[in-house]
């Protein structure tokens, strides 16, 4: 074999492929060690010719190829390809993203072998002396049938060496597994929303479907998902199944264990250890685990028997990566399903707005689920209660705390929520209800305290700050959504016999947290939960008869024009926490704006109007869905370098935005982040294939640019941006 020429990817900030000589056979997906500068680097060998010209003797050569496991799968290459061109990311950091970290590392990885063995006639002629204790037990249980190495452990600690030795001896053989036929647990009956569902998702013939499953809070959509899996796993195929972060939590799994005992299910997340995270991603490339269920990373983990993805919650944020590669495992999952040919569901009960303009455009369908599934279970009643004129103890209405103390009579559980997410400040009047907008954007000003500033994070526009309201004069007018912090302890104070147990990203960083928090909630030895956003994802709490919502009215006039759809979901998926037992359901929420569309069509569980209402906004104002954006970020140790930087860039880059329109640059929604300062171009186009022609122009662009302002000058580019 002569000298092969090879396109290698390595794990660097950089655009494209090297050329490298191989002395070895490598094929596309082999990861090999290279010389790189003067470091050796675990590189991918991708396809693509190489470039003719360069003469032998100027390239170096591939230094060892790790051949222990066959090369990445064509489909696994395919969805890192299209992730790079997409996200306008170089593909070897795409590439090795999408990896474990221990297929990171220039080392081979040799998987262990877990085929069972058997005996060969040889074998099985071959009786061992009946004084060899250790051998004749094992020698009767392989006649009994295959042992995998484990089970022949538990039978003599010796097994390693005894089998290791018949092996070479050819006495033993290593045989596929058998397949283990599928067993399901008990399941219950559907109703007739979910029959007709799981009919829907079952009838249809094979081949690319995206189904979004719009199910009210509590309607049984993991039941659907469980029934529809049960399917797949009957035909030998694998799923996979992803969840937000915060959902994957020991009692989702118990649920799938319990349903599939037999079968194989992997777990995907960041905070696994390193080497569990790569058995299990060998597990499912090689095809041995059924299931995968994981957070957004899990979207890449190669499964070559792939029947069903599945995306619950797929409204929320934690899907999107919002560093490096800055994907979105939704979109990268449909993208997946539609090459691999198979179904795809996206379940919520609060749907993206993408997703929703995606039925309408009929390129999802859609299946409803109504009712709760839960027996007599009902969707709570919602009540505003109007702060406007109501007198506060501690930030609390004496509904609220009505509704409190009757619960604590009642020994029932209680969730106080407040809503500590930075909606950006915006100054609003309280007396006509004005708020600060931006005359040349469609968007909220925000309050820059120390400047005494109100910004457009959109286009720049700035202003000062006024002392009185602008539309009727009155001096009061201050930044909505402030001072919560200190609701504990005045709980604490006003029902010193509760017990109250404090839910946010401080108290659950420990992995076992949420494991004490539900032992402790099903035990009976809380009566209020308080806490954060954290506490509105699909957590079943049982008992839980009331929840109160003090300070949203932040996100309903934020700066974010994704605020709203965001708080929307937020509060129905709060609400829907209550009353998913037998014990009916309130919900009470404080607000200014009693009024408000938003609130109104919470009051009237009513996701489709409002749904529809910001659509319909969002197409007046020409924001996503209706138009695509990517954001051009950059970041230096000061705001003036950074924005220097997007002047320039913007000057240089116009001639070549047709059909487009940038804007910019302005200061990022949180300038100052870890001693750097950040500003943005906005790109948008309603051609989305003219976006990413402009896009893929831009990179080499930016890199010579940048390299004009200095070496503190960092950019980076966000498509489908969802924080602005
Ligand atoms: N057909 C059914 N009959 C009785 N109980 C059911 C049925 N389907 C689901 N359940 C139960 O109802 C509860 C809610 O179901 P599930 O968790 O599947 O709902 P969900 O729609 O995924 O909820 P959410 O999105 O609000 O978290 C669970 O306790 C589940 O076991
Ligand atoms: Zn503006």
């Known amino acids: 074999m002569g000298l092969q020429r090879v396109q290698v990817v390595v794990d660097l900030p950089l655009f494209g492929a090297f050329t490298y000589l191989s002395h070895f056979p490598v094929s596309p997906g082999q990861r090999v060690a290279v010389p790189f500068g003067n470091r050796q680097l675990c590189g991918v060998v991708v396809t693509g ?38 996200y306008h990311f170089p593909l070897g950091q795409t590439l090795f993203t999408a990896l474990p970290t221990g297929l990171r590392e220039a080392r081979d990885i040799t998987p262990p072998d877990e085929r069972p063995y058997g005996l060969t006639d040889a074998g099985l002629a071959a009786m061992p002396a009946a004084r060899q204790r250790a051998r004749m037990a094992l020698w009767q249980a392989l006649g009994d049938g295959l ?82 899996i049960a399917l797949c796993l009957a035909q030998r195929q694998q799923v996979l199944v992803l969840v937000p972060e915060i959902n994957l939590t020991p009692q989702l ?18 905070q696994l250890a390193e080497g569990e995270r790569l058995r299990n991603w060998l597990d499912a490339w090689q095809g041995r685990a059924d299931i995968i269920i994981g957070t957004r990373l899990s979207v890449f983990t190669p499964m070559p028997r792939l029947g069903m993805i599945v995306v619950d919650e797929e409204h929320d944020g934690s899907f999107k990566q919002q560093d490096g590669l800055r994907y979105h495992a939704r979109d990268l999952a449909i993208w997946r399903a539609r090459r691999a040919g198979i179904p795809i569901v996206l379940g919520s009960a609060t749907p993206s707005l993408e997703s929703v303009a995606n039925v309408e455009a009929g390129r999802y369908r859609q299946l409803k689920l109504n009712q709760r599934a839960h027996g007599a279970a009902r969707l709570p009643t919602v009540r505003l209660v109007d702060t406007r004129r109501a007198k506060l103890v501690e930030g609390l209405s004496d509904p609220v705390i009505k509704a409190l103390s009757a619960r604590l009579e009642r020994k029932e559980m209680s969730l106080v929520f407040i809503n500590r997410r930075g ?91 949420w494991d004490e928090i539900y032992r402790k909630v099903h035990a009976g030895e809380v009566d209020m939960l308080v806490g954060t956003q954290m506490l509105a994802k699909g957590h079943d709490f049982g008992t839980l008869s009331l929840v109160t919502v003090l300070n949203a009215d932040g996100g309903l006039y934020s700066a974010d024009y994704r605020a709203s759809e965001r708080l929307f979901a937020q509060l129905t998926q709060v609400a829907g926490r209550a009353g998913r037992a037998d014990a009916p359901g309130e919900v009470l929420v404080q607000t200014q704006w009693p009024e408000h569309p938003l609130y109104q069509a919470l009051v009237a569980h009513d996701f489709d109007g409002f749904a529809a209402s910001l659509l319909q906004e969002r197409r007046q104002a020409a924001f996503p869905p209706s138009v695509y954006q990517a954001l051009l970020r950059a970041d230096a140790p000061e705001l003036a370098s950074a924005t220097a930087f997007l002047t320039h860039v913007r000057q240089q880059v116009q001639p070549l935005a047709a059909e487009l329109l940038i804007s910019g640059p302005a200061p990022a929604l949180m300038v100052r982040l870890a001693n750097r300062e950040r500003a943005q171009l906005v790109l948008e186009s309603a051609n989305r294939q003219a976006l990413h022609r402009f896009l893929d122009q831009l990179p080499p662009l930016l890199d010579a640019q940048a390299r004009q302002h200095g070496r503190g000058l960092r950019w980076s580019l966000d498509i489908d941006p969802q924080e602005m």
């Open 49 to 86: 010719i190489p470039p003719e010209g360069l003469p032998d003797s100027q390239l170096k050569q591939v230094e060892q190829v790790f051949d222990s496991l066959p090369p990445l799968s064509a489909d696994f290459l395919a969805l890192a390809e299209f992730a790079a061109a997409y």
């Open 147 to 228: 042992l995998s190495q484990q089970q022949a452990r538990q039978i003599t600690p010796q097994a390693g060496k005894i089998l290791a030795d018949w092996l070479a001896e050819g006495l033993v053989q290593r045989l596929e597994p058998e397949i283990q036929p599928l067993e399901l647990g008990p399941s219950p009956q559907l109703n007739a929303d979910q029959q007709a569902a799981l009919d829907a998702l079952s009838r249809e013939p094979a081949g690319f479907q995206a189904w979004l499953l719009h199910g009210i809070t509590g309607s049984g959509k993991t039941e659907v998902y469980l029934q529809r």
């Open 253 to 270: 799994i118990e649920r799938f264990l319990q349903r599939f005992p037999a079968s194989r299910i992997a777990v995907q997340h960041s």
């Open 423 to 513: 909606f950006a400040p915006v100054l609003a009047c309280t007396d006509c209800g004005w708020t600060s907008g931006c005359p040349r954007c469609s968007t909220r000003l925000v309050l820059h305290l120390l400047e005494r500033k109100l910004r457009c994070h959109h286009c720049g526009w700035e202003e000062n700050v006024p002392h009185a309201c602008p539309e009727c004069g009155a001096p009061d007018i201050k930044p909505l959504g402030e001072g919560t912090q200190r609701l504990e302890s005045a709980l604490g104070r006003l029902f010193p016999a509760a017990r109250i147990l404090r839910i946010d990203r401080d108290t659950t960083q420990r992995k076992q947290a």
